[in-house]
């Protein structure tokens, strides 16, 4: 099948690919039963559980191409582990790792000719968990469906690898302590989409989130991880009710290891924010976005004159290295799908 994509000008858009994977429970157990189908539409109930208590997660991933043509998937497993544990913090039913390993890899080959070419984007795998129970009460739903669809992506913003520019915002929170902040709760992303597009009407890229308590320390960058410079020094804001992610642990692991920098992770107050020698955000769709511009009130501090960070570049380099099979895979991050 030859595939008629503009791979030049790709952004983080749906481009529906051949094929996408459904399977559901049966009294709340996965009986293996899942089947490839082409992409389309699904039936569900009106009174679904996901559509009206939003009782469902998803995750993200890519599969990537390198320039001799291999393709591979970085850090999948974990993928699955985040899934699980939303899984349980929203009372639906875990996912095999095994099963969704084989999945995913088998989704990669299917849709193999939607893989950008090496340099031109990522093939973006979307797998979803939903309650699918009609129900009117307020209640777990009794059945599940799992579904993965994928897209092949540019850039998740628009300005590519130039710097971003941000607001901090005082307005909205993204996430309550002890509440879905730490999981991909499709619930904690329309939240963010009111202050997101009022920033773009101001022209600006996103917001930047603080914590609910305080109303004082970062939290996250719309849906992406922050981190900040100061230094030989890289700090994240800690964990509690911000995303586990997957690109984040990897950025500290490559920082430590590789580039030698102290990596803490601590509340980060917004007044060393404004104080710190470089900004970046990251994400799996962001893969790493320097930060040249953060806005607080009628304060701007401008970074690198609007350049990318020096440890941002290094960072985005190294791990792009390993994604795309480039250099040595030390952690077994990466797992090659033989098309």
Request: proline share 5%; with cysteine.
């Amino acid at each position: 099948m030859t595939v008629n994509i503009d791979w030049d000008n790709l952004s983080f858009s749906l481009t529906p690919t051949a094929y996408m994977y459904v399977e559901n429970t049966y009294e709340g157990c996965w009986v293996n039963e899942g089947a490839f189908r082409p992409f389309g539409e699904i039936a569900i109930s009106p009174a679904a559980a996901v559509l009206n208590y939003g009782q469902g997660l998803f995750e993200g991933l890519k599969a990537y191409k390198n320039h001799d043509g291999k393709v591979a998937l970085f850090r999948h497993r974990e993928n699955i582990k985040r899934m699980n544990e939303g899984a349980m913090r929203l009372s639906m039913p875990t996912y095999d790792e095994d099963k969704f390993m084989e999945v995913i890899e088998e989704l990669v080959r299917k849709n193999h000719e939607y893989i950008p070419p090496f340099g031109k984007g990522e093939l973006y795998i979307r797998p979803t968990l939903w309650g699918t129970t009609p129900l009117l009460g307020v209640a777990p739903a009794k059945d599940y469906g799992f579904m993965v669809f994928a897209s092949p992506v540019g850039p998740y913003f628009k300005t590519g690898f130039k710097p971003i520019k941000l607001r901090i915002t005082k307005s909205y929170h993204r996430a309550a302590p002890k509440g879905t902040g730490n999981i991909k709760y499709i619930g904690n992303y329309a939240s963010g989409m009111l202050p997101a597009k009022k920033a773009k009407a101001e022209g600006l890229n996103e917001v930047i989130y603080l914590d609910a308590v305080h109303d004082k320390y970062i939290e996250e960058v719309g849906a992406a991880n922050f981190f900040m410079v100061k230094g030989n020094t890289l700090y994240t804001p800690e964990r509690g009710s911000i995303l586990k992610g997957i690109t984040r642990d990897s950025v500290m692991t490559i920082a430590k290891d590789i580039l030698k920098m102290e990596v803490i992770e601590k509340k980060v107050s917004y007044e060393e924010v404004l104080d710190a020698d470089e900004c970046f955000a990251s994400g799996t769709a962001a893969v790493i976005a320097s930060i040249g511009h953060i806005q607080y009130g009628d304060r701007v501090k401008i970074y690198n004159n609007m350049n990318v960070g020096p440890v941002a570049q290094k960072l985005y380099t190294i791990l792009r290295e390993f994604q795309h099979m480039q250099r040595e895979d030390i952690y077994g991050w990466s797992k090659e799908i033989i098309i």
